[in-house]
């Protein structure tokens, strides 16, 4: 081994050599300072001035109309201006650059990189991901790759640490606990803002010790809520354990109810629940104010992104349900970025980071330009950012059991109880009804699928198995990996035949989307990384998506059910009424498995 082997005078200069660095730094930075400064007052011109636009004072909620300054990526002043660059923004407005304020990157199936080098071409320059789907999968590493492979890319990515991993202590995921003491020590992050969503919102109701240790250790900091259906006393309980925001709300009176509690409602629009209607809609009637509003996406596809965009998308509805236009994108920029303590963004003004879109229509909310940091957003700029997967690991995490066909039996009975999906929401019925079959065995039908889950961590084995009403497959099956948030294989069809076989197709490319008819698998979409990501581009992964969604149309899967995104969610335990684990139906209204 060498080492480096120093005399005191050798320690002298390293020293010295340092400290002159650190000043050479600061003198740097005041220099800059000053041309700021002295750009602002109009004595230099700006680096790049954007003339004659009309700027969204989120400030004040007015358009005024002015040129904006750009020295050094930052915004240094709003009026008259000249640069030794110019865009002539004549007739087009200039807002700042919009703020997805929950999502999960895992979803979109592709890494860090790709997600964000496609939503910024729609004009979302910064998200605050919650990983705790990979850290579900792969504890620790998942959330080192998180960081790791978010650092570099063209918007801004904030991480919350996963606060419920696993969501109940029923589920079966890959990492086991992620306990206190293993998400303290990622605060000191200078990109981690807080806790993830606490969607153990029984144990904090309950006063769960483990639970209370994770609020204990981020009570200074952010901590965002995840509590569908609570109500009264309850969402009082919840609020004063310290929970500040939630994003499962589905209607307006359940917002007004939280809002009121002093909670900040992230209205959501994904591709598996569309909420942003019923929850605006509500709080306008109301003439609730929307200042403690956002805009989040949670779960969204990229042929979803593709086909309506992505933060720009809630923009745009908001406006066509009433929300005053800068309003509107205040409630996309300014908000979110207030919220989360990010001093520097979310706003068109001195001292902010140049973030921008120039927009020709405020209501289609469609950026002609994006600018990050000041520089324009090209597909050469894009181009330039890679990343090298360091933990090799995560791309080996399926692992199942020998499977047959006489796993997936299910008794019939005079009544079953069944899974009814609710379309456009994550949100599922507990029926108890009569299902087709014959000799005492369920047998699918056109109204009654069979859905399984898979435990495939390689821990127990287990298959669950029941029926579920309002999916609508026929002559196949589909089968995933990404099933939240323990993320084990999750297959719906209507037959024994397919489910087996998309089961071990997805065994084989270790992870993914398969549909299987007629024995055979007839589409596939791998996601090695952690049986969550692909590893190839997002305008691969956005095609084959796409088409993979149009096979499963084709193959009956009703309009308003996402065929993957909702069947992903059938087995998340925090979200009522009733759920799919591998050991068994679970009613998350009693949180109790049911008893056949």
Same mark, same amino acid.
């Given at each position: 081994?060498l080492?480096?082997?120093?005399?005191?005078?050798?320690?002298?200069?390293?020293?010295k050599?340092?400290?002159?660095?650190?000043?050479r730094?600061?003198?740097?930075?005041?220099?800059?300072?000053?041309?700021m400064?002295?750009?602002?007052?109009g004595?230099i011109?700006?680096?790049?001035?954007l003339?004659?636009?009309?700027?969204?004072?989120?400030?004040?909620?007015?358009?005024?109309?002015?040129?904006?300054?750009?020295?050094d990526?930052?915004?240094?002043g709003?009026?008259?201006?000249?640069?030794?660059?110019e865009?002539?923004?004549?007739?087009?407005?200039?807002?700042?650059?919009?703020?997805?304020?929950?999502?999960?990157i895992e979803?979109?199936m592709?890494?860090?990189?790709?997600?964000?080098k496609?939503?910024i071409r729609?004009?979302?320059t #910064?998200?605050?991901?919650?990983?705790?789907?990979?850290?579900?999968v792969?504890?620790?590493r998942?959330?080192?790759?998180?960081?790791?492979?978010?650092?570099?890319?063209?918007?801004?990515?904030?991480?919350m640490?996963?606060?419920?991993?696993?969501a109940?202590?029923?589920?079966?995921?890959?990492?086991?606990?992620?306990?206190?003491?293993?998400?303290?020590?990622? $605060?000191?992050?200078p990109?981690?803002?807080g806790?993830?969503?606490?969607?153990r919102?029984?144990?904090?109701?309950?006063e769960?010790?483990?639970?209370?240790?994770?609020?204990?250790?981020?009570?200074?900091?952010?901590?965002?809520?995840?509590?569908?259906?609570?109500?009264?006393?309850?969402i009082?309980?919840y609020?004063?354990?310290?929970?500040q925001d939630?994003?499962e709300c589905?209607?307006?009176?359940?917002?007004?109810?939280?809002l009121?509690?002093?909670f900040?409602?992230?209205v959501?629009?994904?591709?598996?629940?569309?909420?942003l209607?019923?929850?605006?809609?509500?709080?306008? $009637?109301?003439?609730?104010?929307?200042?403690?509003?956002?805009?989040?996406?949670d779960?969204?596809?990229?042929?979803?992104i593709?086909k309506d965009?992505h933060i720009?998308?809630?923009?745009r509805?908001?406006i066509?349900l009433g929300?005053?236009?800068v309003?509107?994108?205040?409630?996309?920029?300014?908000?979110?970025?207030?919220?989360y303590?990010?001093?520097?963004?979310?706003?068109?003004?001195p001292?902010?980071?140049?973030d921008?879109?120039?927009i020709?229509?405020?209501?289609?909310?469609?950026?002609?330009?994006v600018?990050?940091?000041?520089r324009?957003?090209e597909?050469?700029?894009l181009?330039?950012?890679?990343?090298?997967?360091?933990?090799?690991?995560?791309?080996?995490?399926?692992?199942?059991?020998?499977m047959?066909?006489?796993?997936?039996?299910?008794?019939?009975?005079?009544?079953?109880?069944?899974?009814e999906?609710?379309p456009?929401?994550?949100?599922?019925?507990?029926?108890?009804?009569?299902?087709?079959?014959?000799?005492?065995?369920?047998?699918?039908?056109?109204?009654?699928?069979?859905?399984?889950?898979?435990?495939r961590?390689?821990?127990?084995?287990?298959?669950?198995?029941?029926?579920v009403?309002?999916?609508?497959?026929?002559?196949? @099956?589909?089968?995933?990996?990404?099933?939240?948030?323990?993320?084990?294989?999750i297959?719906?069809?209507?037959?024994?035949r397919?489910?087996l076989c998309?089961?071990?197709?997805l065994?084989?490319?270790?992870?993914?989307?398969?549909? @299987?008819s007629?024995?055979?698998v007839?589409?596939e979409?791998?996601?090695?990384?952690? #049986?969550l990501?692909?590893?190839?581009?997002?305008e @691969?992964?956005?095609?084959?998506?796409?088409?993979?969604?149009?096979?499963?149309?084709s193959m009956?899967?009703?309009?308003?059910?996402?065929?993957?995104?909702t069947?992903?969610?059938m087995?998340?335990?925090?979200?009522?009424?009733?759920?799919?684990?591998?050991?068994?139906?679970?009613d998350?209204?009693?949180m109790r498995f049911?008893k056949?």
């Amino acid at each position: 081994m060498l080492r480096l082997i120093t005399t005191p005078d050798d320690s002298m200069k390293l020293k010295k050599d340092f400290i002159e660095s650190v000043q050479r730094k600061k003198e740097k930075e005041a220099a800059m300072s000053k041309s700021m400064i002295r750009a602002a007052k109009g004595e230099i011109p700006a680096d790049l001035v954007l003339k004659n636009g009309s700027v969204l004072n989120v400030f004040s909620e007015e358009i005024v109309p002015c040129d904006v300054a750009i020295v050094d990526g930052r915004i240094v002043g709003l009026g008259s201006y000249e640069g030794e660059r110019e865009i002539d923004c004549t007739g087009k407005y200039i807002a700042p650059g919009l703020i997805d304020a929950h999502v999960h990157i895992e979803s979109s199936m592709v890494s860090p990189l790709e997600f964000t080098k496609y939503i910024i071409r729609k004009g979302t320059t #910064g998200i605050v991901a919650d990983p705790h789907e990979i850290v579900n999968v792969s504890g620790k590493r998942g959330m080192d790759y998180i960081l790791d492979a978010s650092e570099q890319v063209p918007a801004d990515v904030y991480v919350m640490v996963p606060s419920s991993v696993p969501a109940t202590n029923i589920d079966t995921n890959g990492a086991g606990k992620f306990l206190a003491e293993d998400m303290a020590q990622y $605060k000191s992050h200078p990109r981690v803002l807080g806790l993830g969503e606490m969607m153990r919102f029984v144990d904090v109701l309950n006063e769960e010790p483990e639970t209370l240790d994770k609020l204990d250790a981020f009570s200074d900091m952010v901590m965002d809520g995840h509590a569908p259906g609570i109500s009264q006393k309850e969402i009082q309980a919840y609020r004063m354990a310290g929970i500040q925001d939630d994003h499962e709300c589905s209607t307006g009176e359940e917002a007004l109810e939280k809002l009121r509690a002093g909670f900040h409602i992230l209205v959501r629009e994904g591709s598996g629940a569309k909420n942003l209607e019923g929850i605006l809609s509500g709080l306008l $009637k109301n003439g609730a104010s929307l200042d403690q509003c956002m805009f989040c996406t949670d779960d969204k596809h990229l042929e979803d992104i593709e086909k309506d965009g992505h933060i720009n998308y809630c923009v745009r509805k908001a406006i066509a349900l009433g929300v005053p236009e800068v309003r509107a994108y205040k409630m996309a920029s300014w908000n979110a970025a207030r919220f989360y303590g990010l001093k520097d963004t979310g706003a068109v003004g001195p001292g902010y980071r140049a973030d921008l879109l120039i927009i020709d229509n405020l209501k289609e909310a469609v950026p002609s330009m994006v600018l990050k940091d000041g520089r324009i957003v090209e597909e050469a700029w894009l181009d330039s950012f890679g990343y090298e997967l360091k933990d090799r690991s995560l791309l080996r995490t399926v692992r199942i059991r020998s499977m047959s066909e006489e796993d997936l039996l299910l008794t019939k009975k005079e009544k079953n109880h069944v899974l009814e999906l609710v379309p456009n929401e994550l949100l599922t019925l507990h029926r108890v009804e009569e299902v087709p079959g014959r000799h005492g065995v369920f047998i699918p039908d056109k109204d009654y699928a069979k859905l399984a889950v898979v435990e495939r961590h390689g821990k127990n084995g287990k298959v669950g198995v029941c029926p579920v009403k309002g999916y609508g497959i026929q002559s196949g @099956a589909i089968a995933t990996t990404i099933s939240h948030d323990s993320h084990n294989i999750i297959a719906a069809g209507d037959n024994d035949r397919d489910i087996l076989c998309a089961v071990r197709e997805l065994e084989r490319i270790q992870g993914g989307y398969v549909i @299987a008819s007629g024995g055979k698998v007839v589409d596939e979409l791998p996601l090695a990384i952690g #049986g969550l990501m692909s590893v190839d581009r997002a305008e @691969a992964v956005q095609k084959k998506t796409g088409e993979m969604v149009q096979k499963a149309r084709s193959m009956g899967v009703s309009e308003g059910v996402d065929p993957f995104i909702t069947l992903s969610f059938m087995a998340l335990t925090v979200v009522p009424e009733l759920r799919l684990t591998e050991a068994g139906m679970f009613d998350v209204t009693t949180m109790r498995f049911i008893k056949e």
